[in-house]
């Protein structure tokens, strides 16, 4: 299931592309604060806040160009016809003899338009095959005759069978290439057979017999050594490298073949006559090495492979477990450390001097089926899309297999990422590991991840390979059954340890309980983001109030970018080049940091500032959410209110709870500077926490969006909220409040950065913050 699919409309903009001007708009928070007018950019030193986009077409208008082409399939002509030529060259003509047939004039061709083109392949999308009515229908909206529109969809048809047809016929050949392949490996190995217990060539009369014992004597003492040296690094403990130390000079050595397998602590020889993954499509473990090469380092795809099927046993063990290994409390399922420590032998080793553990499990239904669900957290972009407030950035480094008969069972790949808490006050954890999927019975998957920064740094000192480690991921993921009616059973595991040093002591309580980056916030993550597709795919097209059906998918698109953008200037993602800032004066809770942007198209060219905190606050989370997205109580915190109250002027649901929504949001209190401005907001909330994430955009630009424009070029700065419960010990206590702004500081990307604006930012934190404590009536 590709989650991005359905925010894309590039079918939708014209194909010449548009340019969207509007005017530029930037607001003083030091004037809007005191009840002054905002000013303009061009005449106030101070920040700015809001957005800033540059306007060369005609004054704000939209230009269009480019040209659409069709495919008639009545006739073969030199050049492309529209639906209307199509018409007329089926017309009655056709039943004259070509001896009485009149002469005529050369037709004149008449393409559609884009808008024309636009709403055909909007309404071809939805229903290829439209009734008399519907063409009717159409033909009246966009100005056409009802064959032109009847003949339109025809070539539609056509064309689209023509690629389904192409794309069949690429795959039958990738087929029957991979089955040529096959054949000529198959003749070759049938050409030069090979002994089975000499590794010799099959064909005695090309060699003497005394030749041919020897090769059978030398393969039974390669066979002994290795059974000699599994069984001493049984009982010994000691590496390859251990082993070898010991039979430096020893003629032998260049005659082993062996195994080393990967047990947490260093390898194990194992003799080669053992299989460690019969199934495994793409990898194979080392056979019949030398022991030069044992000598040299084992294989680091074996030592992979191993990993991964270590780590696969022990998440089916801990997600088919329930008590003594889990334990219920209030925030969901603990481990038994005690008894962990009992049942599994760690796969990564001991834990690190100075880590922390964190393990938790939960279990939860999901409207989506396992296929699709496995096909998203093994396609890295579809993961990050799936949990954007919890990935600021991931990569898969290597993909080792791809899996067996074109299915992700066997499919192992080496990944990158960064996983966040919307707070400056807790650091980005950054990990590589891999992750296994396997299928072990019908409509049952498991997909695991586990750290491989052990095995990476082996080759020098345990100290040194965790200096720079402050989390690693021990065996943790999801096995996923198939139930009815497109649902699954997830059963999520999460199991980290992690230097616990850098987190602020407010938010320590709650990453401890498995709240901030455990199985409960994945399983919600993952639930919220189903039900919100599920809901948007079952009505695709259907309007909203002043918003087209291909304007809605453009507006989520939008919104999707602006919220991104949010959490990565919340988390300093790598993804983002922030700089952070150290001044004297600024309360060191409250992190400033900055950068520049020269030719992002999505974001106002200029110095760019971003400034966040977290506190606490005495209320619950759902009653500072409903406060916050409120619009009629706006006014109470944000100056771009002016004092009055929003009014919503457009919404999308995504979700049954309608508190997940993307809205559009205008002031009833605008002044002249304003009153081109409108407010694009989205709210989300589920049992880990609740985001609300806006930003100002002028109003051609969202004109163009609505009408299904292209968002990419509306240039946006977010700034919003993040709430998470605050738990201490057994109860919730009130909420962990983040404060985030991110405002254009100077229009020019080569101007310096000066105190004012530094020392302005913060003064706006502080009184939004002061004023959202005075409307909740909080007692600090």
Known sequence: MNFSGFLNHDDGRSPGGETVGG???????????????????????????????????????????????????????????????????????????????????????????????????????????????????????????????????????????????????????????????????????????????????AVLGEISLEEHQLRIENSRLKDELDRLCALAGKFINRSDEAVSHHLPNSPLKLGVGSKNVYDGGGFTLVPSGFEISPFFSGLEAPVNRTGTDVAAGVDEKSLYLDLALSAMDELVKMAQTSEPLWIASSKGKMLNREEYNKSFRPCLGPKPDGFVPEASKEVGMVIINSLALVETLMDSERWAEMFPCMIARNSTTEIISSGMGGTRNGALHLMQAELQLLSPLVPVRQVTFLRFCKQHAEGVWAVVDVSIDRISDRGGSASSAWSSLSCRRLPSGCLVHDMPNGYSKVTWIDHTEYDETNIHHLYRPLVRSGLAFGSKRWISALQRQCESLTILMSSPNKPTPAISSIGKKSMLKLAQRMTENFCRGVCASSSQKWSKLDIGNIDEDVRIMTRKNVDDSGEPPGILLSASTSVWVPVSPRRLFDFLRDELMRSEWDILSNGGPMQEIANIFKGQDHSNSVSLLRSTAMNASQSSMLILQETSIDASGATVVYAPVDIPAMHSVMNGGDSAYVALLPSGFAILPDVQGTEETGSLFTVAFQILVNSLPTAKLNVESIETVSNLISCTVQKIRAALRCDK
């Not at 037709?107 to 229903?127: A, D, G, W």
């Not at 009515?133 to 100005?143: E, H, M, V």
């Not at 198959?186 to 002994?195: F, L, S």
Request: aromatic share 6%.
């Open 23 to 201: 005017g530029n708009y930037f607001f003083s928070p030091a004037a809007a604060m005191s009840g002054g007018p905002v000013q303009s950019i061009f005449s106030s030193p101070r920040l700015s806040l809001g957005l800033q986009t540059n306007v060369e077409n005609n004054g704000g208008e939209v230009g269009r160009t480019g040209e659409s082409f069709e495919v008639s399939v009545a006739r073969k002509s030199p050049e492309s016809r529209s639906g209307s030529d199509h018409a007329d060259a089926l017309s009655g003509d056709d039943d004259l003899d070509a001896s009485d047939r009149p002469l005529k004039k050369k037709k004149r061709y008449h393409r559609h338009t884009p808008q024309q083109i636009q709403e055909l392949e909007s309404v071809f999308k939805e229903c290829p095959h439209p009734d008399e009515k519907q063409r009717l229908d159409l033909s009246r909206r966009l100005n056409l005759d009802s064959r032109q529109v009847k003949f339109w969809f025809q070539n539609r048809r056509t064309q689209l069978k023509t690629q389904i047809e192409r794309h069949e016929n690429s795959l039958l050949r990738q087929e029957n290439d991979k089955l040529r392949a096959e054949n000529m490996s198959v003749r070759e190995a049938m050409r030069h057979p090979m002994c089975s217990h000499c590794g010799g060539s």
